[in-house]
């Protein structure tokens, strides 16, 4: 079976550029959430997508969006970036509450 | 959401078993304990979650007091390959998000 597959692996964008990023869940795994990670903040919930609806969100701005298709493929998006943005967004696809949890290698956007 | 608290660091040897302690006061019934591993520009890793008592699989155990506020996992026999950050999560059955606290860096020396 095949893991999760996280698109692209390294991104580097402008201040004030938009960006999209791509997470191929586990197949048969409908849940899939997305993360932030910094050195200094840790790795922080984004938001969370069960069967194409955004289940939970975390406290981040407006500028992050994201969206579930109907085979639950998720992607990410962040308008008008900033250098603050500059981080290792990681995916996680589960089947459920309470079951493990996998992650994809991330993405690592660099914003300048 | 049921914040955990762990240290912040932790240095062992190979070949010790290694046990980290994980504070939860306020879990509720309904929740989960979860620990993940990762490494440097990694994604995490699962590695055990139990409810109550003793859980164990082939890369550690988890130990869950009857109060539940408190769990420790337990690496066996630790190598160089376990140097990582190790995460303690408490999940809420009614959410598939994972909030994440500031994990305990673990350091294994030869």
């Known amino acids: 079976k095949a893991g999760v597959t996280q698109t692209p692996r390294y991104l580097i964008k402008t201040r004030g550029q938009q960006v999209t990023l791509s997470c191929s869940p586990i197949?048969?795994?409908?849940?899939v959430s997305w993360y932030q990670q910094t050195p200094g903040q840790g790795l922080q919930f984004l938001f969370e997508y069960f069967s194409e609806t955004q289940r939970n969100k975390g406290n981040f701005p407006g500028r992050f969006s994201g969206r579930q298709f109907s085979n639950s493929r998720s992607e990410m998006n962040v308008s008008t970036l900033e250098l603050g943005d500059s981080a290792l967004y990681l995916c996680a696809s589960r089947e459920g509450a309470n079951t493990e949890a996998f992650f994809g290698q991330g993405t690592r956007l660099t914003v300048v | 959401l049921a914040k955990t608290t762990q240290p912040i660091s932790m240095d062992s040897y190979e070949g010790q078993e290694v046990n980290i302690t994980c504070s939860h006061n306020n879990i509720a019934t309904n929740d989960y304990i979860t620990w993940y591993q990762q490494f440097p520009s990694q994604g995490p890793r699962f590695i055990i979650q139990?409810?109550?008592t003793k859980v164990t699989n082939e890369v550690a155990s988890l130990f869950i007091p009857a109060d539940r506020k408190s769990s420790t996992l337990s690496l066996p026999r630790v190598s160089l390959s376990d140097t990582a950050v190790y995460y303690c999560?408490?999940?809420?059955?009614?959410?598939?998000?994972?909030?994440f606290g500031s994990g305990t860096r673990l350091q294994v020396q030869p």
């Open positions: 139990g409810y109550k």
């Open positions: 197949s048969g795994h409908r849940s």
């Open positions: 999560l408490v999940e809420d059955t009614g959410r598939r998000a994972l909030t």
